[in-house]
């Protein structure tokens, strides 16, 4: 039936009122920053503060909040790139309780954990893409989803060498032996467990962005300390370093799926509603700025082995579709290190590592802790001079004044104080 009909039937002689415009789903996390950066004060990014161009503070915890190891932090928003800061960040105490048969699903876990359970620590950093919606979800779910795989595999963890069946039941008498072949330990149940929860957690994310209608998606770099050595899991293009007084070692690795390349490129030339509007199917080697607009940049299309020119137009800034993705674990021994006062492990989402590399990391590390010792807050200090060394000063490390106008988040792991007992939310 016609419009006309219908007004001629139920509103005669009166104009068609306008439809109601759709209203827009609600976003199924409410916008916030880390839990552990209350009391350190406002500023653009959140929820309720005005956003302008030229005030990006850079924020850290309060002073006096102690976070694990007495690790450092500090985060700043981006450049009005998106309305929100799409990068989270979450860190705390694991407690691995062992299950018991008959014990109760719901039956909280103990957060003052006795010797027979395992107790470790936790950082995580997250780049949300398309929204922050995806890196809040993350930061909430993760170090749950790790805490359930790790108690799955907790009585392999403390044997010698992980049995066979978790029962201790052999089943075949040559079962140590094929578990001594297959060269199982149990830094692999730990490696299990985390790639495990990337899983999970995924499709927790999935499922709630989903039944919200929301689109997007994000990174995910994760330091878990367990009996002794730092496991360091990686899905993006975060990264993580270890920094020592003669050393620079990567623990992670950005991601490009390569294989999968044309695959996904194709499927999203056939089916370009995949992209929400939110994506660009076009691969560049790197993510393009308004800067780049007008102006004829290296590209491939799904069609294309090799690289090519195009003018970059407005679509071309939407996020690349073909980005940094992968799952890595990289295991380090701590036990194993003579530790050194100044050792630190520095993660950062890819803001930072935009404009700085691992060595440029490096020697502003070692410039500034040696002669900050009494410092308490000094690894926080660091965090926050490694951002401001990214916001365009011509005497930084880079020396052209090169600035990120990306979201940074920065951990600062001290691996000298991993035997002290700190708090963290």
């Known amino acids: 039936m016609s419009a006309g009909w219908f007004r001629r039937r139920f509103l005669p002689g009166g104009p068609l009122p306008a439809p109601r415009p759709p209203r827009p789903r609600a976003s199924p996390v409410p916008y916030r920053r880390p839990r552990f950066l209350r009391g350190s004060g406002s500023g653009p990014g959140t929820a309720d503060a005005p956003r302008r161009p030229d ?117 075949c008498p040559s079962d140590p032996q094929f578990v001594e072949e297959k060269g199982i330990r149990a830094e692999d149940l730990v490696i299990g467990a985390l790639e495990s929860a990337f899983q999970e ?122 980005h940094g993705q992968g799952r890595q674990v990289t295991v380090l021994d701590v036990d194993q290190l003579e530790l050194q006062e100044e050792d630190v492990v520095v993660m950062a989402t890819d803001g930072l590592w935009d404009v700085l590399s691992n060595e440029q990391v490096a020697r502003l590390v070692r410039s500034f802790l040696p002669g900050n010792r009494e410092d308490p807050h000094r690894f926080s200090e660091l965090a926050q001079r490694l951002i401001h060394s990214t916001q365009g000063k011509d005497d930084g490390p880079t020396g052209d004044g090169q600035v990120s106008y990306d979201d940074i988040s920065v951990f600062v792991i001290p691996l000298h104080s991993q035997g002290q007992r700190s708090g963290g939310h």
């Open 201 to 322: 957690c995924d499709e927790v994310i999935g499922r709630e962005l989903e039944a919200s209608g929301q689109v997007g998606g994000c990174t995910a770099l994760v330091a878990v300390s367990l009996q002794g050595k730092l496991y360091v899991a990686n899905a993006g293009d975060s990264r993580a370093i270890l920094v020592r007084k003669d050393e620079v070692r990567p623990l992670s690795s950005e991601f490009t799926p390569e294989t999968e390349r044309q695959r996904i490129q194709q499927l999203a030339f056939v089916y370009p509603e995949l992209l929400a509007g939110e994506f660009t199917r076009l691969e560049f080697p790197r993510r393009l700025k308004g800067d780049d607009l007008g102006q004829k940049v290296l590209f491939r299309d799904h069609h294309m082995r090799g690289w090519s020119y195009k003018c970059v137009e407005k679509s071309d800034l939407k996020y690349p579709l073909i």
């Open 55 to 171: 005030a990006r503070p850079v924020r850290s915890p309060a002073r006096g909040r102690a976070l694990p190891w007495n690790a450092g932090y500090a985060e700043i928003i981006n450049a009005e790139k998106s309305e929100f800061n799409e990068d989270q960040a979450a860190c705390g105490q694991l407690c691995i309780r062992r299950c018991e048969f008959g014990a109760e699903e719901d039956q909280e876990w103990l957060t003052l954990c006795p010797e027979e359970f395992l107790t470790g620590h936790y950082w995580a950093l997250f780049d949300g893409h398309g929204g922050p919606a995806a890196a809040i979800l993350a930061a909430n779910t993760l170090h749950s989803c790790l805490r359930r795989q790790l108690e799955a595999v907790v009585e392999g963890m403390v044997a010698t060498r992980p049995p066979m069946h978790l029962s201790g039941h052999c089943v």
